[in-house]
């Protein structure tokens, strides 16, 4: 069929392009992205299929490093006029944080669905394959709705459909792992139609800097001593996310080292630890969120601590100033 919108697909990696290895009898990468959509043939006749082999590594090796680069390939493939949308295949362990970073860089109103699969392509029950197809189903439901234009980057896993920025993986095997929590889905995947139920409200972009900023992350636990923290400062981190207790707190050892890093002009981001809930400077006492405010830390709102460390990397290059910054995350 000549009238077959085309849709690229980036390859990445991870558990959807592994296969079991007979020497290690583990699950290793095999599959390139042409594999992965030649097993399914149903895609040729819904839509053109272009690959694109960004890379094909453990999504535990995805970060800083690749993101921008990423965000340039699938941002080049968008601007394409023949391009309907695009997919990036992925692992598990990080799509969300990559996903968020494709959603806070990506300009093009075109969709982009970030999927990959629990189950390896070796697995009977492997999952990859309808992911893929749900993936394709989405983007062609989205281009003929004019109103699911500048929806953002969506996570499409087991039929529902998330936001980047509320996704998160919830399991460590189960193929129902990404949810959005308290948000909801955007929609579902059905057998007969695509159904979306709304948009996210909390959509934000930012330009992609030559240099991403050096943000570090750090665990308060208990009997945490600062340590840590001393260390990301001394070693040249330009922010850090404290990936605080409930409301965000930290005993206080660790907020004599937030002190002291903020003196030495790093910025800090507090996020929670909870899956649920957003980070919140209530508590007084030493540690407590109303006392990190006041010593200038920013909060991270309701976003996991690995999504509050990549929007630093993308907000600190635009400014270092603690209300600006906040107005980021408030976003």
Do not use: C
């Not at 601007?79 to 695009?86: N, V």
């Not at 909390?202 to 330009?207: E, G, H, V």
């Amino acid at each position: 069929m000549s009238d077959r919108p085309t849709i690229a697909i980036v390859a990445t990696g991870g558990t959807i392009a592994m296969k079991h290895d007979p020497i290690t009898g583990a699950p290793v990468p095999a599959l390139t992205g042409a594999d992965l959509v030649a097993a399914v043939p149903r895609l040729s006749d819904l839509a053109r299929i272009e690959v694109l082999e960004f890379a094909n590594v453990p999504s535990a090796y995805l970060g800083p490093a690749l993101w921008p680069d990423l965000s340039r390939a699938v941002a080049g493939l968008l601007a394409r006029p023949e391009i309907a949308g695009a997919i990036v295949l992925h692992g598990t362990d990080t799509l969300d944080q990559t996903a968020y970073f494709l959603d806070l860089t990506l300009a093009s109103d075109k969709p982009v669905v970030v999927v990959g699969a629990q189950r390896n392509a070796s697995e009977a029950d492997a999952d990859g394959a309808r992911n893929l197809l749900n993936a394709v189903r989405q983007i062609l439901a989205q281009g003929a709705r004019e109103d699911l234009r500048g929806l953002g980057v969506t996570v499409t896993l087991n039929h529902n459909i998330n936001a980047a920025r509320e996704v998160r993986k919830s399991h460590t095997n189960n193929v129902e792992t990404f949810n959005s929590g308290e948000a909801g889905f955007l929609g579902h995947i059905d057998e007969d139609r695509v159904v979306f139920a709304r948009k996210s409200l909390r959509r934000q972009t930012l330009p992609l800097p030559d240099r991403l900023a050096r943000v570090d992350l750090v665990a308060m636990a208990a009997g945490s001593d600062g340590r840590q923290l001393r260390h990301a400062v001394a070693d040249g981190a330009e922010g850090v996310v404290i990936a605080a207790y409930g409301f965000g707190n930290v005993n206080e050892a660790l907020y004599d080292a937030v002190v002291e890093a903020i003196a030495a002009g790093v910025t800090i981001v507090v996020a929670s630890q909870v899956p649920h809930g957003r980070a919140l400077p209530v508590y007084g006492f030493k540690g407590g969120g109303g006392t990190l405010r006041a010593a200038g830390a920013v909060f991270a709102d309701d976003l996991t601590p690995d999504k509050a460390r990549v929007l630093a990397l993308l907000a600190l290059p635009i400014t270092r100033d603690r209300q600006a910054l906040q107005a980021y995350y408030d976003r």
